[in-house]
């Protein structure tokens, strides 16, 4: 298509389109550049040429991407978190089932079935679920310094932050399986160090992101460990108190043999 164009005043061409293009591209042709081509009623403005108005399309202005901030793993601080939240809940747990008169095991002598280690984790995974949605961290994470997020930096939405921690008790946690909570946490601590976080938050765009950790914070982390560990112990008394006296039975019986 050959066009005409109005430069410094004097009427120039004709030029082939694809010319008209690469003089627009280096800044010789305007917008408002008059072109005339054979057939049309009048001179216009080369941006109302069909052929050149490409040209002239503005790129569309994208945000920059979001920097994606994967922060050091902290190993240390996450399963001191998570041993801090999970005797928490244990006390909670057994607590409840006092109260209430129920029995700690359904199953007295053959071990905790699957259901019941469902029924304990349901109301753990919940738990974790509301108090990650709603205020970023658990009472562990708390104590720990320790904030999930997404990659925007926001709280996880509810249903976000159920299924992470339904990935952290079944993947990390292992269902509380002895053989599968090892590998849980031996997988977890690879992929930790080598990645940078464990697979629930790699690949779903979670981050655990962890601010100073004090030295007051560090105390009052032990404080309370050993309150939760005396107030589990006083708790679950009643089940202890037979297997001491059957222990310290044993020693007398021993020390008294050993005397003879």
Same mark, same amino acid.
């Given at each position: 298509m050959l066009l005409w164009i109005i430069r410094d005043g004097e009427k120039t061409g004709p030029f082939e389109d694809y010319e008209v293009r690469e003089m627009i591209r280096v800044g010789k042709v305007s917008q408002e550049t008059r072109v005339w081509y054979e057939g049309a009623e009048g001179w216009m403005s080369a941006c109302e040429v069909g052929v050149l108005s490409g040209e002239f399309l503005e790129e569309e202005v994208l945000? +920059?991407? =979001?920097?994606? /901030? =994967?922060? +050091?793993? #902290? !190993?240390?601080?996450?399963?001191?978190?998570?041993?801090? @939240?999970?005797?928490?809940? #244990?006390?909670?747990? &057994?607590?409840?089932?006092r109260l209430s008169g129920m029995p700690m095991n359904s199953s007295p002598g053959?071990? +905790?079935? !699957?259901? @019941?280690? =469902?029924?304990? %984790? /349901?109301? !753990? /995974?919940?738990?974790?679920? !509301? %108090? &990650? *949605?709603?205020?970023?961290?658990? +009472?562990?994470?708390?104590?720990?310094?320790?904030?999930?997020?997404? &990659?925007?930096?926001? %709280? %996880?939405? /509810? *249903?976000?932050?159920l299924v992470r921690s339904l990935r952290v008790w079944v993947l990390g946690m292992g269902m509380m399986h002895p053989i599968l909570l090892f590998l849980g946490h031996a997988i977890t601590l690879w992929f930790g160090l080598k990645k940078g976080a464990p697979l629930w938050d790699l690949h779903s765009g979670f981050r655990v992101m962890g601010s100073e950790l004090n030295g007051r914070r560090i105390v009052l982390y032990w404080a309370l460990f050993v309150g939760l560990f005396v107030l589990m112990t006083v708790v679950m008394w009643p089940e202890i108190q037979p297997m001491w006296e059957e222990s310290m039975r044993q020693i007398e019986e021993d020390m008294k043999n050993r005397g003879k």
């Open positions: 945000p +920059p991407p =979001i920097p994606i /901030i =994967i922060p +050091p793993f #902290q !190993a240390w601080r996450r399963l001191g978190a998570r041993v801090f @939240d999970f005797f928490l809940y #244990q006390l909670i747990l &057994v607590t409840v089932l053959e071990g +905790p079935s !699957a259901m @019941d280690l =469902i029924a304990v %984790l /349901i109301p !753990a /995974i919940l738990m974790e679920a !509301a %108090l &990650v *949605s709603a205020f970023g961290f658990t +009472p562990g994470k708390w104590l720990m310094a320790l904030r999930v997020e997404n &990659v925007r930096g926001k %709280l %996880l939405p /509810i *249903s976000h932050a």
